[in-house]
């Protein structure tokens, strides 16, 4: 059980560092049971306090892992682009 709660606590660092091993990389319950090789019912039903604490820390990450943050970025400011044209077409039209 022991082990269990270390693979998990691990697990958390890895991903919210974005620098997973095991698993895609996305911050969900479902990929940090799969990060930390543990079954995801032991993650739910025993460990809740460290599914608790994944779901605070990703929240305070805005659900986007660091690896994955600069891509964020680009896409916002390439939405903001696509906006800007979107609006300068129509005034041209």
């Known amino acids: 059980m022991a082990t269990d709660r270390d693979a998990i606590t691990a697990a958390i660092q890895r991903l919210l560092d974005g620098r997973p091993t095991r698993s895609t990389g996305a911050l969900t319950t479902l990929q940090l049971a799969a990060e930390a090789g543990v079954k995801r019912w032991v993650l739910t039903h025993k460990h809740v306090d460290l599914k608790e604490e994944f779901t605070r820390r990703k929240s305070e990450a805005n659900g986007i892992p660091p690896a994955f943050q600069h ?3 680009r ?5 903001a682009a696509a906006r800007a044209l979107r609006k300068d077409n129509g005034r041209l039209r």
């Open 75 to 79: 896409a916002a400011a390439a939405e």
């Open 71 to 73: 891509l964020h970025a």
